[in-house]
């Protein structure tokens, strides 16, 4: 498991995803399929026609169905009871390094029960 790319937005725009997926691509190349819940942000036209132009399939979940993409709800359950709601930040500065730092560890150290305990 691993975070590939990540940006903090407090707007459901469709900007910060699209900067977060050319990064993922620059990064690590293109994926065969990209798995997302149906979010304005990921239903855009912009967003999806940046997916199809990349020659990647898109698969979205169900609405409301958590248990379609299981594995990034843990992500954002661990992501919230492991950091963020144990801190109170006093910028969204400070929380995108603290969220960062998070990630580096999820990324490097952070063991993973469906790893067999490995990082």
Not at 11 to 18: K, R
Not at 73 to 83: D, I, T
Request: charged share 30%; glycine share 6%.
């Amino acid at each position: 498991r691993k975070v590939l790319s990540w940006k903090l937005s407090n707007t459901l725009d469709t900007h910060f995803c699209l900067e977060a997926l050319d990064e993922a691509l620059q990064r690590y190349g293109k994926p065969q399929i990209f798995n997302s819940d149906q979010g304005c942000q990921f239903t855009s036209d912009v967003f999806t026609g940046k997916l199809k132009e990349s020659g990647i399939k898109i698969s979205m979940d169900g609405k409301g169905r958590w248990v379609d993409n299981v594995m990034i709800e843990r992500l954002w359950r661990s992501l919230k009871y492991e950091e963020v709601y144990l801190k109170a930040y006093d910028s969204i500065r400070e929380a995108e390094r603290e969220i960062g730092n998070y990630f580096v560890f999820y990324n490097e150290e952070r063991i993973h029960q469906s790893l067999e305990k490995q990082t």
